[in-house]
């Protein structure tokens, strides 16, 4: 999980701790979709929790699904001027 947490800017890097090219391993096949934030109601809060009109969103499964599904999800909204806030999140592969 290195390289999806540890690589600056929002584009993997195609090469990283060695890794050359980067094998996708599981989630290798997903969709995508445009998204965007709205908070519910009035929120104290600043920055990408006072909402966003630019994000994408990919939905997959860590293997083809069978009589179980290992659902994973990966959201990027995207920012001016630096990185994207991003938020990666799957169930457990151990069932």
Do not use: C, Q, W
């Not at 540890?6 to 969709?31: N, W």
């Not at 939905?59 to 009589?67: I, Q, R």
């Amino acid at each position: 999980m290195g390289p999806t947490f540890d690589a600056k800017g929002d584009a993997m890097p195609s090469e990283f701790f060695g890794i050359i090219p980067r094998k996708k391993l599981i989630h290798s096949v997903g969709a995508v979709g445009k998204v965007i934030f709205k908070p519910s109601g009035e929120t104290p809060y600043t920055g990408i929790f006072k909402g966003a009109n630019f994000g994408v969103i990919r939905l997959s499964s860590a293997a083809e699904p069978s009589k179980t599904l290992t659902p994973g999800m990966g959201l990027k909204f995207l920012r001016d001027g630096i990185d994207s806030a991003n938020l990666v999140a799957m169930n457990s592969v151990n069932g």
